[in-house]
């Protein structure tokens, strides 16, 4: 009984000590302060099997036919992904490289992410990072498959047809 009372106090004075730190200003929501580890680590593996878990829609039938891909580089670079992903032969603006986690660059993710996944995350954006719901910034669900097969293709794409499909592309407004 006594052990109990003394563990249910011990965790009243935890309890305590952790709304003390958070509730009076102690914790740093400083973009700058690097996370711990472990916290990056959870954060990481949170994010991989929250996408695989969600990611159900099917793709459609003309997913990655050329036409497409064009239009996703269209969409790609309206929506202003560039921006903070870089593209091909369009390098990142500069603040992206104050976001904290920073966004990665695509010719790396387009391998690792499949194309139900990839149209799930433009989607629904990555919470609490710096990644947009591009389903509520008004992209349509043609217009996010489109641009999940360019993300597929961002390796293969060269910097000469990345500025020939984008010329006339005007950012959303
Ligand atoms: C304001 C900056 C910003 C813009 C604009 C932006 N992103 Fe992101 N994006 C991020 C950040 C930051 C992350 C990393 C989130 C994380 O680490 O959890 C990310 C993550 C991603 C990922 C997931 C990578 C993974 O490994 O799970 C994909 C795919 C992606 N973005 C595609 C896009 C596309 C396509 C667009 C445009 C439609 C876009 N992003 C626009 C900041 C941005």
Same mark, same amino acid.
């Given at each position: 009984?006594?052990?109990? *009372?003394?563990?249910?106090?011990?965790? =009243? &004075?935890?309890?305590?000590?952790?709304? &003390?730190? !958070? !509730?009076?200003? !102690?914790?740093?929501?400083?973009?700058? +302060?690097? $996370?711990? *580890?472990?916290?990056?680590?959870?954060?990481?593996?949170?994010?991989?099997? +929250?996408?695989?878990?969600?990611?159900?829609?099917?793709?459609?039938?003309?997913?990655?036919?050329?036409?497409?891909?064009?239009?996703?580089?269209?969409?790609?670079?309206?929506?202003?992904?560039?921006?903070?992903?870089?593209?091909?032969?369009?390098?990142?603006?500069?603040?992206?490289?104050?976001?904290?986690?920073?966004?990665?660059?695509?010719?790396?993710?387009?391998?690792?992410? +499949?194309?139900?996944?990839?149209?799930?995350?433009?989607?629904?954006? =990555?919470?609490?990072?710096?990644?947009?719901? !591009?389903?509520?910034?008004?992209?349509?669900? $043609?217009? =996010?498959?489109?641009?999940?097969?360019?993300?597929?293709?961002?390796?293969?794409?060269?910097?000469? $047809?990345?500025?020939?499909?984008?010329?006339?592309?005007?950012?959303?407004?």
């Amino acid at each position: 009984m006594r052990f109990l *009372a003394v563990i249910g106090a011990l965790a =009243i &004075v935890a309890g305590l000590a952790c709304a &003390v730190f !958070f !509730f009076g200003g !102690f914790y740093s929501v400083a973009g700058t +302060s690097e $996370d711990p *580890a472990a916290v990056t680590w959870a954060l990481t593996k949170v994010r991989i099997a +929250s996408i695989e878990r969600h990611a159900n829609d099917k793709p459609p039938a003309s997913f990655g036919d050329a036409a497409k891909v064009q239009d996703g580089a269209k969409a790609y670079a309206s929506f202003g992904c560039a921006n903070c992903h870089g593209a091909p032969g369009v390098k990142w603006l500069k603040y992206s490289e104050g976001l904290h986690p920073d966004p990665p660059d695509l010719k790396e993710v387009a391998g690792k992410l +499949s194309p139900p996944q990839l149209f799930w995350v433009i989607k629904n954006g =990555i919470n609490m990072t710096g990644m947009p719901s !591009f389903g509520l910034a008004g992209a349509t669900d $043609d217009e =996010i498959w489109a641009i999940a097969a360019f993300v597929k293709k961002i390796p293969e794409t060269s910097e000469a $047809d990345y500025k020939t499909w984008t010329a006339a592309v005007q950012p959303k407004q």
